[in-house]
């Protein structure tokens, strides 16, 4: 019982003392431009719907950031998971690709800005469509396509990685059983392949939204933005409102740990054979 | 009544490996098995036993001569040749229920079908009570036997089966050589056994093909023509274990293989 209680109030406690030493060196320092104190940022936390120095609400910043991380992750899904299965099926194209994509692989997303900049300067949905002004065109103008690219590009290697490797690993012998059952090479896809790599393919989903959510500032920091996140942190930061920034910051931890749970979820529940068998 | 099931001529089997060198992996192979017959094969580790199955299974290609199902070439795998790997097999994310069914799923039964044919299988290897079990929750013994139902589930012609019981204890191992039997009396299959277990030949084969070592080629066929069930103190039956494990042993005495037979030492003496 004692035993249960304190293995409870473990994961506590590191948390308790930088809190604690967050207020002592708030105090000390007595500036609010450098380290604000806790009360001032709960406060903020508190009241997401208010109306932050003219940059909107925490919470509304909140929603149009998480409508770009996922539609930006939604194209990356869609591209990465086919693409990536297929290269794992087919070694042919595997070998066509693999070198290809493994060059862009290295460069970490932010250093695209310019170029992405360069090509899609403020362009967004809105004006790809031709939308009429009016409400839908206010939302689309939202998404600009600078933006997409960028968590489009962070989210893509994650899954497409994990898609390929998911199918190429799968046990041959499993196959082969299939094979002998008189299995043809739709049910070698459907039952065996695509089973056997959903582990790895979730996986593959999980990394990739927590990478397109972490593309988030960079890709809201992108000229033409004048909402989200990353756009309330940096922007706070040239009013020198570091209450807001460290807001902004808890709210992306939190969302992205949200996020993060509800994958973690699913591997909890539907893939616990991976684990169980050897 | 004895036109053969299985026929293998003049098989050869090489493999490129990874340095440009060819590995003979079978050498000149041919024997006929047929109509309900049991065999064994026997031979040292790595003498091709499984890559000779596996081309009876059509599911590797060969180098030369031909294996015919009832007369017909062997290319690709189907569904009248079964087969039972040496390697864990059952789908780790399928119930055993649905493993088992798995063959009878494939050929597009309904799922009440599918259900009935599990429960007959679950059955006849003594696994009724674990339909919803999955594959993990089982010990190495039951599922060989899950994979042995999902192999008969399919109704094969010929049950092709490599070192299915290698890697369990000699007890369990003994156990479920006596109950393999007891299934063939009523669901009468054509066996291809394959095994490094001399005395797991003698127990349950029809004829024993014994081996030499790699490139594999058959030394011999012996008939065994002790009546079932077998009785491992009847003196013929230590004489042909004797028989073979001497063969099999003057083969791996070659300083050539020694070093092959070290890695994985004979099993025989169980
Ligand atoms: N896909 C492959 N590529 C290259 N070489 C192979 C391949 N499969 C088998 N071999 C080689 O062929 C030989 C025979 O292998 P095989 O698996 O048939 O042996 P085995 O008799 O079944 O042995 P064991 O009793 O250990 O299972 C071995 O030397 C092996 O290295
Ligand atoms: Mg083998």
């Keep these: 019982m004692q035993h249960k209680l304190l293995s409870l109030c473990l994961p506590l406690l590191a948390p308790c003392l930088f809190f604690l030493?967050?207020?002592?060196?708030?105090?000390?320092?007595?500036n609010e431009l450098i380290l604000p104190p806790l009360e001032q940022i709960i406060a903020l936390l508190a009241h997401p719907g208010e109306n932050l120095i003219s940059m909107g609400t925490l919470a509304g910043n909140i929603g149009i950031s998480m409508v770009r991380v996922l539609s930006g992750y939604a194209l990356a899904v869609m591209i990465g998971v086919p693409l990536g299965v297929a290269m794992g099926y087919y070694g042919g194209l595997f070998r066509l690709l693999n070198a290809f994509l493994g060059m862009f692989r290295p460069i970490p997303p932010l250093a695209w800005v310019p170029l992405v900049l360069a090509w899609f300067g403020v362009a967004s949905l809105a004006t790809l469509a031709n939308l009429p002004r009016g409400e839908l065109y206010f939302y689309c103008n939202n998404l600009k396509l600078s933006m997409l690219f960028i968590i489009f590009i962070?989210?893509?290697?994650?899954?497409?990685?994990?898609?390929?490797?998911?199918?190429?690993t799968v046990n041959r012998t499993l196959i082969d059983s299939a094979r002998v059952l008189g299995a043809t090479e739709k049910d070698i896809f459907l039952k065996?392949?695509?089973?056997?790599?959903?582990?790895?393919?979730?996986?593959?989903?999980?990394i990739g939204l927590g990478v397109a959510w972490m593309c988030l500032v960079s890709a809201e920091m992108l000229p033409g933005s004048l909402s989200g996140v990353g756009y309330l942190i940096t922007h706070a930061y040239t009013v020198g409102r570091t209450d807001v920034v460290i807001a902004g910051m808890i709210s992306i931890s939190a969302v992205g740990a949200l996020l993060d749970f509800g994958f973690q979820w699913i591997e909890k529940r539907k893939y616990a054979w991976k684990q169980l068998s050897r | 009544m004895n036109t053969p099931v299985l026929s293998a001529r003049n098989v050869h089997k090489h493999f490129l490996a990874g340095h440009g060198e060819t590995i003979q992996a079978v050498n000149d192979v041919s024997l006929d098995v047929v109509e309900n017959e049991f065999i064994c094969i026997v031979g040292p580790s790595g003498c091709g036993k499984s890559t000779f199955l596996r081309m009876a299974?059509?599911?590797?290609?060969?180098?030369?001569?031909?294996?015919?199902?009832?007369?017909?070439?062997?290319?690709?795998?189907?569904?009248?040749?079964?087969?039972?790997?040496?390697?864990?097999?059952?789908?780790p994310w399928r119930t055993v229920r649905d493993n088992v069914s798995l063959g009878p799923e494939i050929a597009g039964r309904s799922r009440a079908e599918r259900d009935a044919v599990a429960r007959e299988y679950l059955a006849l290897v003594n696994l009724g009570d674990f339909a919803s079990a999955m594959p993990h929750e089982l010990s190495g013994g039951m599922r060989q036997r899950v994979a042995i139902a999902r192999a008969l589930a399919n109704k094969p012609d010929v049950l092709l089966m490599d070192e299915p019981f290698g890697a369990l204890d000699a007890h369990t191992r003994i156990?479920?050589?006596?109950?393999?039997?007891?299934?063939r009396e009523h669901h009468k299959t054509t066996i291809v056994f394959v095994t490094h277990g001399v005395d797991e030949a003698v127990y349950l084969a029809?004829?024993?093909?014994?081996?030499?070592?790699?490139?594999?080629?058959?030394?011999?066929?012996?008939?065994?023509?002790?009546?079932?069930?077998?009785?491992?103190?009847?003196?013929?039956?230590?004489?042909?274990?004797?028989?073979?494990?001497?063969?099999?042993?003057?083969?791996?005495?070659?300083?050539?293989?020694?070093?092959?037979?070290?890695?994985?030492?004979?099993?025989?003496s169980m």
């Design chain 2, 57 to 91: 299974a059509g599911l590797e290609s060969l180098s030369q001569g031909e294996i015919l199902y009832r007369n017909q070439p062997v290319r690709a795998p189907r569904r009248e040749i079964g087969m039972v790997f040496q390697e864990y097999s059952l789908l």
């Design chain 1, 154 to 168: 962070g989210a893509l290697f994650p899954v497409l990685t994990s898609s390929v490797h998911g199918v190429r």
């Design chain 1, 21 to 30: 030493f967050w207020e002592y060196a708030a105090t000390a320092i007595d």
């Design chain 2, 175 to 183: 156990l479920l050589q006596r109950e393999l039997l007891r299934i």
């Design chain 1, 192 to 206: 065996i392949l695509l089973p056997a790599a959903s582990p790895s393919i979730v996986n593959g989903l999980r």
């Design chain 2, 206 to 268: 029809d004829r024993v093909v014994v081996m030499t070592p790699r490139p594999g080629r058959i030394r011999t066929v012996l008939p065994v023509d002790i009546p079932r069930p077998r009785d491992r103190a009847d003196p013929a039956y230590a004489r042909l274990t004797a028989a073979i494990l001497d063969m099999l042993d003057t083969e791996t005495a070659a300083p050539a293989t020694a070093k092959e037979e070290e890695s994985c030492p004979s099993q025989a």
